[in-house]
């Protein structure tokens, strides 16, 4: 799905994207998909700047399409959530173009498209390339929540690929670092699929999320 996405989007120009849902996973966990550098992605996640991050909030109130960045942002800005975009802007992530996306209830996802330009460049570059990129961002969504072949049953509860792995190698005895030079990611997208491997379970602790895959994989 991420080589797709960042396919699709080379045809505008574009060349990063994020598709979040904090809350539209199974039992409420979190599915992320993104071409960012890793290297920032692995410090928004330590950090737990999902907790903070602006754009989710007015990506839940809002069902269209907005513009965000360093420069200018749809609401006023906490201390902390400057931060955020000076630390983002570091890493080439100056501006976006957000898609708020529907999920069932409360849940939403939202896909971001970003940049390393001026706001006011990004968004008349874009202008044109609105509808279409909405569409896209609308069939990505829809091809996330509805691909089957992302999830396993452990113990009658469905895990991604990813959350398979990172139990297994944990059973094995590995340890983050290790566990992310096997499957090739970094330590910290390691424990970030562990926890939502804890969540689907329903468990408190990594050992019980271990005794449970044992039990029921």
């Known amino acids: 799905m ?3 996405m960042a396919e699709a ?5 574009l060349q990063r994207f994020s598709y979040f849902s904090p809350s539209g996973g199974h039992r409420g966990t979190s599915v992320f998909i993104s071409n960012y550098p890793t290297t920032w992605t692995d410090h ?5 700047y999902e907790s903070i991050d602006p754009i989710f909030t007015v990506a839940h109130a809002t069902k269209q399409p907005f513009h965000w960045g360093k420069d200018a942002t749809p609401i006023e800005l906490a201390e902390c959530q400057r931060q955020l975009f000076d630390e983002a802007a570091a890493f080439g992530i100056r501006n976006g173009l957000t898609f708020p996306l ?5 849940a939403f996802a939202a896909l971001t498209i970003a940049a390393d330009e001026k706001p006011t ?3 008349r570059r874009l202008e044109k390339s609105l509808p279409i990129l909405r569409c896209i961002a609308i069939a990505f969504h829809a091809g996330v929540r509805q691909k089957p072949s992302i999830t396993q049953s ?7 690929r990813r959350e398979i792995e990172c139990l297994h190698w944990t059973a ?5 670092w290790e566990i992310g030079r096997i499957i090739g990611v970094r330590p910290y997208t390691v424990t970030f699929h562990l926890k939502n491997a804890k969540l689907k379970l329903g468990v408190g602790s990594l050992f019980q999320a271990v005794a449970r895959f044992a039990h029921g994989g």
Do not use: N
Not at 44 to 48: C, D, E, L, Q, T
Not at 172 to 176: E, R
């Open 2 to 4: 991420r080589a797709v």
């Open 9 to 13: 989007i080379v045809a505008f120009d």
């Open 44 to 48: 928004y996640f330590a950090r737990k």
């Open 102 to 106: 529907a999920c069932r209830g409360e």
């Open 121 to 123: 460049v990004f968004k």
């Open 154 to 160: 452990v113990d009658g509860v469905p895990l991604t």
């Open 172 to 176: 094995q005895g590995k340890s983050t």
